[in-house]
């Protein structure tokens, strides 16, 4: 079993920077892909971004791409540093980790969540 923490939400203003961290802990596996995804109110699940296990990897979705940079510092740490807020960026998070290799990156294929962290950008 592997659980995920998220930390670092909270209520910003438009343009505003946040960091989010997520903390792993239990079995952690060296194949182990992480990322963000968020869901806002009345809305899917949708991606954010990915980091592959060595950290050499990353992936985003386009409306993030240019803000937000995702990171990990070991196989137990990865943080989300979301530049440029906007209102629309307005969803919990939640902290996601993927077992094993070539498996695509959507929630149905999600092996572990965290709680979630709520951010609030407002206007």
């Known amino acids: 079993q592997v659980q995920l923490v998220e930390s670092g939400g909270g209520l910003v203003q438009v343009g505003d920077s946040l960091r989010l961290s997520c903390a792993a802990s239990?079995?952690?596996?060296?194949?182990?892909?992480m990322g963000w995804f968020r869901q806002a109110p009345g809305k899917e699940r949708e991606f954010v971004a990915r980091?592959?296990?060595?950290?050499?990897?990353t992936s985003y979705a386009d409306s993030v791409k240019g803000r937000f940079t995702i990171s990990r510092d070991n196989a137990k740490n990865m943080y989300l540093q979301m530049n440029s807020l906007k209102p629309e960026d307005t969803a919990v998070y939640y902290c996601?980790?993927?077992?094993?290799?070539?498996?695509?990156?959507?929630?149905?294929?999600?092996?572990?969540w965290g709680q979630g962290t709520q951010v609030t950008v407002s206007s």
């Open positions: 996601a980790a993927q077992v094993g290799l070539h498996r695509l990156f959507r929630p149905e294929e999600i092996d572990y």
């Open positions: 239990g079995r952690t596996f060296s194949s182990t892909a």
């Open positions: 980091i592959s296990w060595s950290g050499g990897s």
